[in-house]
Nanobody, 126 residues
Framework: QVQLVESGGGLVRAGGSLRLSCAASGRTFSSYVMGWFRQAPGKEREFVGHIVWSDGRTYYADSVKGRFAISRDNAKNTVYLQMNSLKPEDTAVYSC???????????????????WGQGTQVTVST
């Protein structure tokens, strides 16, 4: 059984930084794509970015490009989301997800993911 556990959320002032972690267990993730999504109150869950575990290639939503960075630590089976220059509009519950198999859905679409973490709250104050 695959488990994804996020941590690192919290309250930060605008302009500050946070690093989220997603610890993965239960399988070998070398062939996976790991995604980060977020959901603000009253809004739909949206794509933030993803990383191809095998080679480290990343892709980001325009709204976070240049401010957020995803990385992974193979030894720890952990994926990170480094968030810099945070804005109040970045406030959301952030979740990591694992895409384990070929899907007709794009890796930017939440339907393209098989496993999800429980999420961690990020609040950015003015």
């Amino acid at each position: 059984q695959v488990q994804l556990v996020e941590s690192g959320g919290g309250l930060v002032r605008a302009g500050g930084s946070l690093r989220l972690s997603c610890a993965a267990s239960g399988r070998t993730f070398s062939s996976y794509v790991m995604g980060w999504f977020r959901q603000a109150p009253g809004k739909e869950r949206e794509f933030v970015g993803h990383i191809v575990w095998s080679d480290g290639r990343t892709y980001y939503a325009d709204s976070v490009k240049g401010r957020f960075a995803i990385s992974r630590d193979n030894a720890k089976n952990t994926v990170y989301l480094q968030m810099n220059s945070l804005k109040p509009e970045d406030t959301a519950v952030y979740s990591c997800a694992a895409r384990a198999s070929v899907s007709r859905w794009s890796a930017t679409n939440l339907r393209g993911y098989d496993y999800w973490g429980q999420g961690t709250q990020v609040t950015v104050s003015t």
